[in-house]
């Protein structure tokens, strides 16, 4: 293992102090409003009620691997506290073993000189400012992340003429599906790519080698879709069925614009709102990259690529996933109103992007000493500066605002009266006896999706806290209407009683 491999394992291990801080800050940034689902079934599952967001009805809005692990960590301690302090904790290895993946997945597509390659991927990767967002935000994105350069490996070694050596590919393609079902698009198109390798052994063989990744992927994957059938009717889980809305909105591609530009160029993140010139401000990045990959220097250095097989099916591999990741940007622009969510849906594009990162990286220490000299600390800046951010920021940047809406009803509502919201994450597992309205986590709601004033008149339900707009957007006219009485505001969060 090379000293910049060490030092980017170092990083990322760093980031599991993050589950070390005291609970005004653990609860807080980096972790993610829509975490606290997972979180809330999870201690359902492990309490032996089930799993279920509100402990009465089955739920199927969330990704199971993912899932399986935060069940894990209720089950071993019944702790809230350290039961998230284990999950942080398990996102932070996470993020580890991705740096050391990316680096031997790098060296496999551009060739490891000196062995330099390697170190500088996985410094590129544990310093990433995306990444960080991405393995820390108490989601199935980092683990989705690892399984992603875990089945390119795999991938890179399975040849289409010899049906065994599909078996680990179609066995990791299956628990890729698990993390996050989207991906089994791309799982079709490796099947496909191996099916349509021409000159690898017979069709027969291809053929046999295709299916295995196919059949085991299923095999593997097939427990969560009975679930979903048997229990909801339905592939798709509710947690997508709610966010879907089909429209062409501007807002909607300006925001898959940016959501690409932001996975393309993993090393920077853009704080506030997506917008055409933040999109354009940070493809600035892999611009230079690109010009400097296109230069004198950038042309020899391209030259000297490995040709083997392993090489060629990795760069393929990495096509693939630019491919994969754009087909899910067109999809959730058209299919989902929930454009906040784009960058998550196509993070895959960060792999190729810090891809590009490294290898101008490499040409740029072939050139310059002063590069060689100061990389280790040019890589690992971004994402020590936000490790550290996480610790010793004002509280004002790292509470979430979630956390005035639990404020919120904590001081009106009494405890044993329920309450509705339509972003429930926080507010659920903190407190008892909330109602899901988007739909994410409750079929209920979501099958009187259009009719929610109906849906909170037949369950007697008195009490509603969100953000008035979201409020707005859910019953489709404003609550005072609906006769809905404004009682509270903290924040962004008002609080709404009738008799």
Known sequence: MSRMTRIALLLSILFSTLALRGEDRLFHRPLVEDAYYYF????HAAEGRGITADGEHLTNGFHPLFFGVCAGAFAVTPDDTWAIRLIALFLALVQAFSAVLFGRFAARVLGDRQGAAEGIAALAYAGSMFLFWQHQNGLETGLVLLLLLAVGLAFTRTDPARPRSALALGALCGLLVLARVDTGILVVMLAGALLL???????????????????????????????????????????GRAQQAFAFEALRVESAVHAVATAASPFLYPFGEASWAMATAVLM????????????????????????????????????????????????????????????????????GALLLTAAVLVLKERSRWVAKGLPLMLIAPGLGLLLLMWFAPDRLI??????????????????????????????????????????????????????????????????????????FGLGTSPEELGWKRVANTGDFTLYHRL
């Open 197 to 239: 390798a021409r000159g690898s052994g017979t069709l027969w063989r291809r053929v046999l080698t295709s299916g295995v990744v196919g059949v085991l992927s299923t095999l593997v994957s097939l427990p969560w879709w009975l679930y979903n059938v048997v229990y909801f009717g339905s592939f798709v889980p509710t947690s």
């Open 40 to 43: 809330q079934i999870a201690r």
């Open 399 to 472: 509470r979430s605002g979630f956390f005035n809406q639990l404020e919120l009803v904590r001081a009106w509502v009494p405890e044993n009266e329920r309450v509705a919201a339509f972003q429930s994450g926080t507010l659920g597992f903190f407190r008892p006896a909330v109602v899901n309205l988007d739909g994410k986590v409750n079929p209920q709601a979501l099958a009187h999706r259009g009719q929610l004033a109906t849906y909170l008149d037949a369950e007697h339900i008195h009490w509603l806290c969100d953000v008035p707009s979201m409020i707005l």
């Open 285 to 352: 990045l892999p611009a230079l990259a690109v010009a400097t990959l296109a230069s004198g220097a950038g042309r020899a250095w391209r030259h000297g690529l490995p040709d083997s097989e392993p090489a060629r099916r990795a760069r393929q591999y990495v096509t693939l996933l630019v491919a994969f990741a754009l087909l899910l940007a067109v999809w959730y622009c058209a299919s989902s109103w929930a454009a906040h969510f784009y960058r998550r849906y196509v993070s895959a594009l960060s792999i190729p």
